[in-house]
């Protein structure tokens, strides 16, 4: 068997008007909010970048320009940290520049996230690529994605990344189902899209982290428009499954979703944790907070 193609390519689809978080989204774009001082986007990036992935493409859209100002040289403000000696914030901007090779595409209609991998066709090419949400954080070691790469490795058809779900929550998700091959590797039947309560026949999600071929772009380009009246993903995935196959990893690591407010808070607080300048800092503030919460009076 010939050895399977090389993926080089990652699309980050970010051209969602992130109205969970307004109003601070309606100037800055969600992927630029901070875990703690790194954007998230820089974050996904970074896993891209770990995971072997040579080229990240930018789906973006009206208003989300400072994305990609964030990843391009800024020659101001680097003379101006040059001249006054601030070396580390001068490498930690110089560096953004070199992590990988950027080209942008624009989804001119918000037509859904199956619609925002289409956009990305002609930067793809005819090789298979990786697709990660921007607002989807996952810790691990190895990189989340790069557990889905070494997947795709293997078999050749395309690969979701998973996790498994508390009960009763099925229906916020869209749901595999399929058999277990590995200790936490899948081989999937069908995708249900936010089946409806009691029906769902797992508890194992798909979270925003795809391999796939290129043969998905042929395949969204005749799905109809189904939730939301958008082109969906999931839609697609579906159909890929049941022509070629699907594989699904439980993704080994710790999941953050930041395009909720809450996960985002925790997500802020995980990353605060775990850092050597600021980490002991942030847990004595943390239960010094609980204990003068749980003193303090009820709220009225």
């Known amino acids: 068997m010939p050895p399977k193609p090389a993926v080089r390519k990652a699309v980050l689809p970010v051209a969602g008007l992130g109205t969970r978080f307004l109003p601070v989204t309606k100037a800055i774009p969600k992927e630029l909010l901070p875990i703690v001082d790194v954007p998230s986007i820089q974050l996904i990036v ?41 070396d580390a914030d001068l490498n930690s901007v110089r560096r953004l520049t070199g992590l990988a090779r950027f080209a942008s595409v624009r989804q001119g209609v918000a037509n859904g996230l199956g619609h925002a991998v289409l956009c990305a066709r002609a930067a793809v ?3 298979p690529f990786a697709v990660i949400l921007g607002d989807d954080l996952v810790e691990a070691k190895p990189p989340g994605i790069r557990q889905l790469l070494d997947v795709y490795q293997r078999h050749g058809v395309g690969v979701v990344g998973l996790q498994e779900v508390p009960p009763g ?19 999937l039947r069908r995708l249900i899209e936010k089946p409806a309560q009691g029906t769902a026949p797992s508890r194992m999600a798909v979270i925003g ?24 993903l999931t839609d697609g995935l579906a159909t890929l499954c049941e ?9 080994d690591g710790r999941r953050f979703d930041a395009g909720d407010r809450a996960g985002y808070v925790l997500a802020n607080l995980h990353f605060a944790l775990r850092r050597a300048d600021i980490g002991a800092e942030v847990r004595a503030g943390v239960e010094r907070l609980l204990r003068e919460l749980d003193s303090a009076p009820p709220s009225e």
């Open 46 to 86: 970074e896993e891209c970048v770990e995971s072997g992935i040579e080229e990240v493409i930018l789906v973006t859209a009206r208003g989300k320009e400072a994305i990609e100002n964030h990843f391009d040289s800024a020659p101001g403000l680097e003379a101006i940290l040059e001249r006054k000696g601030k």
């Open 125 to 127: 090419g005819g090789e």
């Open 243 to 251: 022509a070629r196959g699907l594989f699904g990893v439980e993704i």
């Open 169 to 187: 929550q099925e229906h916020l998700y869209g749901i595999i189902e399929g058999n277990r091959v590995a200790a936490r590797e899948w081989k």
């Open 209 to 232: 982290r795809y391999v796939l071929p290129p043969e998905i772009f042929d395949i969204l380009e005749k799905t109809p428009r189904g939730r939301g009246d958008e082109i969906q």
